[in-house]
Nanobody, 115 residues
Framework: QVQLVESGGGLVQAGGSLRLSCAASGSIFSIYTMNWFRQAPGKQRELVAAITSGYRTNYADSVKGRFTISRDNAKNTVYLQMNSLKPEDTADYYC?????????WGRGTQVIVSS
């Protein structure tokens, strides 16, 4: 079992930056692939970025070059640095831990980007 708590969301103007954090507890954090998803109102949840236990990363095309995912295994935390934010980045952002057939989700943090 893994418990995940996201933080760092808020209201920001277009062009601004935010850093989301997802703190994990309850299991061996380093073995998990960690993901950031987002869900905008009326839309499906989509994968934003992922980082494996080996620190390989991948990003949605819509955020490449603007967002950076990272992890600190000593702090059991994964981060999402979001730069050059756009109004279309407005969504609830969720952290997910994945290992084998197990998935664990946080409750999300809201990001609102004003134009």
């Amino acid at each position: 079992q893994v418990q995940l708590v996201e933080s760092g969301g808020g209201l920001v103007q277009a062009g601004g930056s935010l850093r989301l954090s997802c703190a994990a507890s309850g299991s061996i954090f380093s073995i998990y692939t960690m993901n950031w998803f987002r869900q905008a109102p009326g839309k499906q949840r989509e994968l934003v970025a992922a980082i494996t236990s080996g620190y390989r990363t991948n990003y949605a095309d819509s955020v490449k070059g603007r967002f950076t995912i990272s992890r600190d295994n000593a702090k059991n935390t994964v981060y999402l640095q979001m730069n050059s934010l756009k109004p279309e980045d407005t969504a609830d952002y969720y952290c997910k831990a994945h290992w084998l057939s197990s998935d664990y989700w946080g409750r999300g943090t809201q990001v609102i980007v004003s134009s």
